[in-house]
């Protein structure tokens, strides 16, 4: 099947399981799909990966046709909305014509939305083709503002790449939200120049905080910021008024009044809101994880390559059954308890 064209009918799925919503055990339905299409990336960054990362052989990575008959498996299960991630995904050779397959689904109304999250390294090559295939928005990973800090934080990134990417991704007409991830110690330094810039070119900025996903060659007990704590520091600078606007994902929002932007706060271990997940998320591999904060997992490509899209429905529906009610991240000062795997695996 040519990822370039609609998909057919699937086949072989029983009437009664088509078209039902997937819900797992504790009622939450599922309608998000983070779908990763490589672990490669072309920066380092020291929460996401260590300095001399290694990869998985390119024979391990599903192809790109595996990837869009997966996704259409999940769009026939009632996912409604598709996040392509990485690593960083532009760096995968031919990701376009996923790109353009997934857009026209949307196109069709087969989906409601197509996003990409990227480093934006090569958001600059790719911001026509990206707005053209029915892409609209992109968030961007952007740490630092000043140079020298942001090849620091990146292991020898280029800020100007990226701000020429944020700049032909806007001329295209994306929409693009900033992300950064809260690291003690830099983000106190940063903030405030971030929230100017991000607001000052209509984008909204959104701070995570950083889980403990697999080993970096850094203490995540000095890398973490709680937001809730940082957020009534910002109060003494800023006017922060709670917004009930909420996004596909799960950061809750402030204004600021003084720029009249949004910042939102992303907070997986100060405030813990897996009560209301509704997404999972497929690896670089090819193996689904219903909680990003879990090692817990299952491969779809023997069932999708041995029996077909059929087949790979009946293990997602019943992996799902297995999700979990929330992660088991813990960072504080006595001990850090997360999982092996690093964020590039799976993308966030």
């Known amino acids: 099947m040519s990822i370039l064209h609609p998909p057919p009918p699937l086949s072989g799925v029983a009437d009664a399981a088509r078209g039902c919503p997937l819900i797992d055990s504790f009622g939450r339905q599922v309608r998000y799909l983070r779908l990763s299409v490589t672990d490669r990336c072309d920066l380092r960054c020291v929460y996401c990966l260590p300095a001399q990362a ?3 052989p390119r024979a391990a990575i599903p192809s790109l046709d595996e990837l869009a008959t ?3 498996v999940f769009i026939a299960a009632g996912i409604r909305r598709i996040r392509l991630t990485g690593g960083e995904p532009l760096v995968r050779r031919g990701v376009m014509t996923l790109v353009a397959r997934l857009g026209a689904l949307v196109a069709h109304g087969m989906l409601d939305e197509l996003t990409l999250t990227t480093n934006g390294t090569q958001l600059a090559r790719h911001a026509d083709a990206l707005a053209a295939a029915g892409v609209r928005r992109v968030n961007v990973s952007l ?8 090849a620091a934080l990146t292991r020898g990134g280029d800020l100007d790449q990226v701000l020429a990417g944020i700049d032909a ?5 994306l929409h693009v939200k900033l992300n950064t991830v809260a690291l003690a110690g830099e983000i106190e330094h940063e903030i405030d120049r971030l929230i100017r810039f991000a607001h000052g070119r209509g984008m909204d900025l959104t701070l995570i905080e950083v889980m403990p996903l697999g080993e970096t060659g850094t203490d995540r007990r000095h890398q973490h910021l709680p937001l809730s704590h940082f957020r009534a520091e910002l109060g003494h600078r800023w006017t922060l ?8 994902g799960p950061a809750r929002y402030v204004r600021i009044e003084e720029t009249g932007g949004r910042l939102g706060f992303i907070t997986p271990l100060s405030h813990n809101f897996c009560e209301s997940c509704d997404r999972v998320r497929v690896s670089a591999t090819g193996r689904l994880y219903t909680c990003l904060g879990h090692e817990g997992s299952v491969d779809l490509l023997p069932a999708l390559r041995g029996g077909g899209a059929a087949a790979a429905e009946d293990v997602i529906r019943r992996a799902l059954l297995l999700k979990p009610r929330g992660h088991d991240f813990v960072v504080d000062r006595h001990r850090v308890q997360g999982i092996g795997r690093h964020m590039a695996a799976l993308g966030g």
Do not use: E, K
């Open 54 to 56: 290694r990869f998985l």
């Open 143 to 150: 740490d630092s503002l000043d140079p020298g800090r942001f």
């Open 70 to 72: 997966l996704a259409d």
């Open 169 to 173: 991704a806007q001329a295209a007409g």
């Open 241 to 248: 008024t709670d917004l009930p606007d909420r996004t596909a």
